[in-house]
Each structure stands twice: as C-alpha cells, then as structure tokens.
C-alpha cells in the first residue's frame, strides 16, 4: 500500500479541536498520524514526503447540498463532472439532491445513483432522498425502504412542503428511522413572481422582490412541528437574521434543529445584482448587508450549523435570459472553500470554526464518514494555500455548467491536492 507523509503541515482539525504545526501520515486509505506529536517521528520505509511548509491539511470539504443533472439533466452535470469539480475545491463528500428526472424517491434511483458514483465519481456521492413522491408535497415516500437503501437525509430539495400535515408525518416518520428532515422553505403566495430581494434596489431595477417573511413564515411553521414532534429538523439554507432568531429560539427550547446557509448569502448582497445579472439569480436571494453580516453572525456563534455550496448548474438555456425569466442556482463546488476564506482573511472568522462549518459539522450532521483527521480515519483530506491568489474564469471550471456567480472574482486560497481514501484525486 501506499504511504504518504505530509511534512510541517499546519493541520486544522476540527474534531480535535486541533490547529498546529506537524506531520499527516496516510497509510493506504487510513490516516494513520496527525498532528505535532508525528512531526520527529520519521518517515515509513518507501514514504513519499511532501514538504507542507507554509500549507495547510484540513479534513476534505463535505458539501451538504449539490444538485445535479443526473438522471435527466446530463447536459447540466453528471455525476462524474460533479465529482471533478468537488475534488478540485477541497470537497471529498457531497450530499446529493433528489431533484432529478426522473425523481430520487425510490429504491431504484437511490441504487442507481450509488452505482454510478461507485463506477464515475472521484469522490463520495451520498444520496438523499425526496421526502415526497415527485417532490409533489402529498404523498410520503418510502423512508424506511430508502433508508435502508442508502438515502442519508429527505428532503424535498429547491421545493416547499406547504402542507402541515404532511411536514408533521416526515418528522415522526424521520424521526422513527433516525434520519434528518431538511427543508428548503418559501412560501409561494407571499414570494409569488418575486425574482430577488424585496427592497429599495428592486424598485430601483423594476423587479418584483421575495420579502423575508417568505421565509419565515414556512420556518416558523416548521420549527413548531419540530417542537411537537422531536424529530431532527434541518433548515437548509435561510438568509435572514429573522429566520437566525428562530432557529436561535428553538434551539434554546430544546428542539432538535439545526441550520445551513449557502456561500452566497455569506459573501454577496443584493447589490451584487448589478444590471440584471442573471447569474446573481439565486434562491434563497441575495439580500440586503445587514442580512449578510447576520448571517455570519449567526454561523460565527453556531446559530447555524454549517455552510454549503448550494451547486445548482444551469446551461445557458435557462441563464441567459431576461433576470426575471431566468432560472434560480448557480455553480459553486469548485469556489466553495476559497470563497468562504474571505471570512477568515477579513477576521470574521477563525479558520478553526470555518473548516468545522464546511466539514466536520455537516459530516456529525448527516451521520456520514469524513470530517476528521483522526488517526484510524479515512484519509479524505485537502492540502491547501491558504494565501495562493488566483482569479475565477470560466474557462477554468470543470463543471458542465459555467454559471459561476464569482465569474472574475479575485480570490485567496486555493486547493493543492485533495485526497479521498489516500487516493489523489486533483493536484494543482
């Protein structure tokens, strides 16, 4: 087997509440030392030292919300074009959403999807499955047969269960199988034809805007069944210091709630928008400053619980269109762990809880591998220039789909080598 030792590494591991100066050795797909203690230890016979000085290793990135193309959307992002793009951010775990054609809501299409990052990805693809069949926010799918298949999470992905009754039964049922709920909330009458934040800048551009409560009022709802029903609540993605003080309230009650927020409502504000860019597009939009710098607020103190990318490819059918007639996402596999830097580079943010939020707490989360260099551990692991700049363009981006809201952007940090079961899988 192989053996790989990183030498004089700072190694940032969350789990052991680690961040020092020391050596990573990684034995075949084990990790089998970390830290300062391994750093005068030597070297195994037929090792392969790389010189980490002035790097860092962190545990590999596990991005908790990726949506792709396929089954159905091939043209958008397989699988295996997902993969790549995670290998070349940091990210060696992603959790797949069932918004595909047809539908993840099945024994069948949780299988197929197995079988195809087994045969395709270069990293590990974990699939969640629709909480409802089709995504139609009636009829419940099979939790305890999907689970037993190997769904880690329900969700009903970009959708909004707007029946109580149904969002009651998913948490008990969840709750029975040990499994996650994780909800994407906004409520349709109230977000109507609404295409970004509503506000001053979109009167200014003559759009109709999404107000907050859109968001709220869903989570509201949803943090009282979690209450009533202990069952494990995610709240996928919320944008605004108003639904942070919910999930604060709730938690303070006792509920079994956490939360997540996308990169974007971390790094941009509706003023991003600009002219109509479509690719600014998003879902939850962008909103207004103070919203943002909650949001960091809330993911510094644990409010919410983790960060993801919110990989959301779109070709150019549905992106270069009018902004109001253009399709909701963007991509952000590849621009996940640079983008969320700027918050340690700006001190809002130690680099300790930054990696935690981006792998070690969505890995807990999810009940999934990873998140840790723990002796004993799967080596998935990135080795990363915290301070290397580099500029986003389009023709760097390995996902299918170029719809990059950081197309440009000048970023600092950059993924060196990311590694999953001591396999190499990107090298820069």
């Known amino acids: 087997m192989s053996k790989t030792v990183f030498q004089r590494a700072r190694i940032i591991d969350p789990s052991r509440g680690m961040d020092e100066i020391g050596t990573v050795i990684v034995h075949g797909k084990t990790i089998v030392a970390a830290g300062a203690e391994a750093l005068n230890q030597g070297t195994p016979d037929g090792a392969t030292v790389i010189d980490c000085t002035g790097k860092a290793i962190i545990p590999g990135l596990v991005d908790a919300r990726v949506f792709i193309g396929e089954p159905g959307g091939e043209h958008r992002e397989t699988i295996h074009s997902a993969s790549q793009a995670a290998a070349a951010g940091g990210v060696t775990s992603l959790v797949m959403m069932p918004d595909t054609d047809p539908t993840i809501d099945t024994v069948a299409l949780v299988e197929f999807v197995l079988r195809t990052a087994r045969d395709t990805a270069s990293v590990n693809v974990f699939p969640a499955a629709a909480v409802t069949k089709g995504l139609h926010g009636r009829e419940m799918t099979e939790f305890g047969l999907l689970r037993e298949a190997g769904a880690v999470a329900f969700t009903d992905g970009r959708h909004t269960i707007a029946n109580a009754l149904v969002m009651r039964r998913a948490l008990t049922y969840a709750r029975d199988f040990g499994a996650v709920i994780a909800h994407e909330t906004q409520d349709a009458d109230l977000a109507s034809a609404g295409v970004m934040n509503e506000g001053l800048y979109a009167s200014w551009l003559g759009l109709s805007g999404i107000p907050r409560e859109a968001e709220l009022i869903p989570l509201e709802r949803d943090l009282a069944l979690a209450r009533l029903t202990r069952g494990n609540y995610h709240a996928a993605k919320i944008s605004t210091a108003m639904s942070a003080a919910a ?112 792998s070690t707490a969505p890995a807990r989360l999810f009940g999934l591998p990873g998140g840790t260099l723990k002796p004993g551990a799967s080596a998935d692991l990135a080795l990363v220039d915290l301070d290397e700049p580099w500029i986003v363009s389009e023709a760097g981006i390995r996902s299918r789909s170029k719809n990059t809201c950081f197309e440009g952007a000048r970023l600092q940090g950059k993924v060196l080598q990311t590694l999953v079961a001591g396999r190499t899988v990107f090298t820069n």
């Open 247 to 358: 999930i604060a309230r709730a938690k303070a009650d006792g509920a079994r709630v956490t939360a997540g927020v996308a990169i974007h409502n971390l790094a941009l504000n509706e003023n991003d928008v600009g002219q109509y860019r479509t690719f600014f597009r998003l879902a939850p939009p962008l909103r207004n400053e103070e919203d943002r710098s909650a949001m960091i607020e809330a993911l510094k103190d644990g409010t919410i619980d983790i960060a993801v990318s919110s990989h959301d490819p779109q070709d150019v059918d549905t992106k270069r269109l009018p902004f109001a007639d253009a399709a909701a996402g963007a991509v952000g596999l590849e621009t996940l762990l640079s983008v969320a830097l700027r918050l340690y580079h700006n001190e809002d943010m130690s680099l300790l809880r930054l990696v935690e939020v981006l």
